[in-house]
C-alpha cells in the first residue's frame, strides 16, 4: 500500500492549458515536497512545504500543503512543452529517517 | 559544483550474478541514501547512511547491502540478482540526515536477464 497517492497518474494537455495534481494520504507530514524526474535523469527538487496550509510559488508553479498536513496539489499555469515530465510528491513522517515517494504523476504538454 | 555521481549508468546482468552499485554525494554531503526505483513507479527507499552508519533500512531482502566509506561514498550489493530486480537504483544525498530535501543522481539503469 503506497503511503502516497497521486492522481491523475497520466495528464496530457495543450500548450497554456491549466493543469492540478493531487497527493493524497491518510499520515501527518512533517513536511512534503514535489520533485520533478525527466527520462534518464534522478528526480529533482522543486520545493518543500512544511506548515499546514502553506502555499509557495514557483514562477508558474503554485504548490498547497493541506490545513492537516496530509495532502498537497500542485498547479501549473499556462503550461509550456518545458513541463512535460513525471512530478512525484514525497513525505517525511515525523521522527522517520526515510522519505516516502507517490507513485508519480506524467504530465505531457503538446506544443 | 559537482552533483551526485553515480556509476555505472547501465549495466546488464543475468539471474544469480551480483552487481555493485557505487555513488558519491555531493561535497560536504554525509547522509547518502539508496532507492529503487521500477518503470512506473516512485522511488522505493532501500537504505540510509549517515557518518558511516547504517541508519534506515527498507522493506528489501537481505541480498541487498551497502556501506559507506570514510569519504562518504557509498556502495550498494545485490546479491543472487533476480528479475524483479531489474530497476534505476538512485542515490541521493544530502548534508543532514532526516530530511525530504534530497540531492540525487542520474541513477544506475539495472537489467536483469
Known amino acids: 500500500t503506497q503511503l502516497l497517492e497521486q492522481s491523475p497518474q497520466f495528464l496530457s494537455i495543450q500548450e497554456g492549458e491549466n493543469l492540478t495534481v493531487y497527493c493524497n494520504s491518510s499520515s501527518v507530514f512533517s513536511s512534503l515536497q514535489w520533485y520533478r524526474q525527466e527520462p534518464g535523469e534522478g528526480p529533482v527538487l522543486l520545493v518543500t512545504v512544511v506548515t499546514g496550509g502553506e502555499v509557495k510559488k514557483l514562477k508558474r508553479l503554485t504548490f498547497q500543503f493541506g490545513d492537516a498536513r496530509k495532502d498537497s496539489s500542485l498547479h501549473i499555469t499556462a503550461a509550456q512543452p518545458g513541463d512535460t515530465g513525471l512530478y512525484l510528491c514525497?513525505?517525511?513522517?515525523?521522527?522517520?529517517?526515510?522519505?516516502?515517494f507517490g507513485a508519480g504523476t506524467t504530465v505531457t504538454v503538446r506544443a | 559544483d559537482a552533483g551526485v555521481t553515480q556509476s555505472p549508468t547501465h549495466l546488464i546482468k543475468t539471474r544469480g550474478q551480483h552487481v555493485t552499485l557505487r555513488c558519491s554525494p555531493i561535497s560536504g554531503h554525509k547522509s547518502v541514501s539508496w532507492y529503487q526505483q521500477v518503470l512506473g513507479q516512485g522511488p522505493q527507499f532501500i537504505f540510509q547512511y549517515y557518518e558511516k552508519e547504517e541508519r534506515g533500512r527498507g522493506n528489501f531482502p537481505d541480498r541487498f547491502s551497502a556501506r559507506q566509506f570514510p569519504n562518504y561514498s557509498s556502495e550498494l550489493n545485490v546479491n543472487a540478482l533476480l528479475l524483479g530486480d531489474s530497476a534505476l537504483y538512485l542515490c541521493?544525498?544530502?548534508?543532514?540526515?532526516?530530511?525530504?530535501?534530497?540531492?540525487f543522481g542520474e541513477g544506475s539503469r539495472l537489467t536483469v536477464l
Open positions: 514525497a513525505g517525511l513522517l515525523s521522527n522517520d529517517y526515510k522519505l516516502s
Open positions: 541521493a544525498s544530502s548534508f543532514i540526515q532526516n530530511t525530504g530535501e534530497l540531492f
